[in-house]
């Protein structure tokens, strides 16, 4: 007899029914209408399954979303070709983000200290006006506060404060960011 106990799964029956189903629908469905005039109808898809998506919000054809009941949207969202959204805990994105080409943002992990080694969830939250570049990883339970910009190719692990822009592996503070014609971060806090 093995010293290592058999992998928990703790997912339900109901999560991989509609896994699976939704794999169906991706892949027969939403993936190969990759033109832009099939935004609104890819839009519908995802709202079927749970999504809750805003006003003029655009997903490429590309993107894979592992969990669309786990997607929340704000209005006038972009989410370019090749996103991974790994959702098995919630993903929230705010209104005006943009989430770039081949990002990855993951809301799940496994607990290591145990030896079933099951899954962990963790919501991940990008607030309003923040920019996720491309290439970037957003890891589980990290918030992209309002106006923050996760480099290109930035993996993040700790949250982002807002109006600041990080960036490297792992992701460190490169600036404040600052709007042409806005208030600095330190008026806007007085």
């Known amino acids: 007899m093995s010293n290592y106990q058999k992998y928990q799964n703790n997912l339900s ?11 169906f629908t991706w892949m027969f469905f939403f993936r190969p209408l990759n033109l832009p005039v099939f935004n609104g ?53 705010g209104s005006k983000v943009t989430v770039s080409q081949r990002t990855h943002l993951c809301s799940a992990t496994h607990d290591y200290t145990l030896p079933s080694n099951p899954l962990v969830t963790k919501p991940i939250r990008i607030e309003d006006r923040a920019w996720v570049a491309a290439d970037a990883f957003v890891g589980p339970g990290v918030v992209v506060g309002e106006g923050g910009i996760v480099g290109a190719r930035a993996a993040v692990f700790r949250d982002v404060f807002p109006w600041t822009i990080v960036g490297g592996n792992p992701a460190k503070f490169i600036k404040d960011r600052v709007l042409e014609g806005e208030k600095t971060v330190e008026e806007i806090l007085l």
């Open 13 to 23: 029956f109901r999560n991989k029914l509609g896994r699976l189903l939704w794999s």
């Open 41 to 93: 109808f890819r839009i519908f898809l995802l709202r079927i399954f749970g999504s809750k998506i805003g006003k003029g919000c655009k997903v490429n054809a590309t993107i894979k979303v592992w969990a669309p009941w786990n997607l929340e949207m704000g209005n006038l969202v972009a989410i370019g070709f090749g996103a991974m959204i790994y959702n098995p805990g919630k993903i929230s994105i």
